[in-house]
């Protein structure tokens, strides 16, 4: 999306809801392309450790694992392999989550998983893709799919944070279900991912909280 796609989606979402127009407005310009990801392993790795952590935690870990490989650029598929599972677990790594990174890993290496192709894929194919992966459920394919391929529409309707966001925005007495959410997101189209990161910021300005997401196989708490 370039800076025009940006000021297009703001336009549409104030005039089509004016609830989310006013945090739209509250926020300013969206901080969605800041977070990007650089290439696809970067993304996938970083969601795995992410996942059911809060994100001080998670930030932690994830700054010990980097400085595992002191070149200052993200690690190739082959460098993570090459350490030992044991110091991995010195990071702050849990079991399961090493044999899920090493899992990625290999898949890369062996030429299973080609984390370049997803961006010519459309968005329920990149899904599909990603969750035959260990530990890569729906929510963390579309954080792929946000934050590495930087696509315009994506709603997580399992995201955690997603759900306080809408309950509070709209003074709901419980939280939203799935469809009522879907139903709302019909109205931020084709742009639900920028209306997605209007609801992490409204909530980030009320209680000074990242993201939380969860699906059947994952789930964190985080900051873009």
Avoid at 72 to 80: K, N
Avoid at 88 to 110: I, T
Wanted: proline share 4%.
């Amino acid at each position: 999306m370039t800076e025009a796609d940006y000021a297009r989606a703001r336009r549409l979402l104030k005039r089509r809801d004016p609830v989310l127009g006013a945090i739209i407005t509250q926020h300013g310009a969206c901080g969605l392309a800041a977070g990007q990801r650089d290439h696809g392993l970067h993304a996938v790795i970083e969601s795995i450790v992410w996942q059911q952590l809060s994100g001080k935690a998670a930030a932690t870990i994830f700054a010990r694992f980097l400085a595992l490989f002191p070149s200052g650029r993200f690690p190739t598929a082959d460098e993570i392999l090459f350490l030992p599972p044991e110091v991995l677990r010195q990071v702050g790594l849990s079991s399961q989550k090493v044999v899920y990174v090493r899992d990625v890993c290999q898949r890369v290496v062996g030429g299973t998983l080609h984390l370049d192709h997803l961006d010519g894929m459309m968005d329920n194919e990149v899904i599909e893709t990603l969750t035959q992966v260990k530990g890569i459920g729906r929510w963390s394919a579309e954080m792929f799919l946000m934050f590495r391929l930087h696509r315009p529409d994506v709603l997580p309707v399992g995201d955690l944070g997603i759900v306080k966001a809408i309950q509070r925005a709209y003074g709901l007495r419980k939280p939203p279900t799935t469809r009522k959410m879907l139903t709302l997101g019909e109205r931020w189209q084709p742009y639900r991912s920028v209306a997605s990161w209007y609801l992490w910021a409204s909530l980030e300005k009320k209680a000074e909280m990242g993201r939380a997401g969860k699906d059947g196989k994952d789930r964190k708490d985080r900051k873009r």
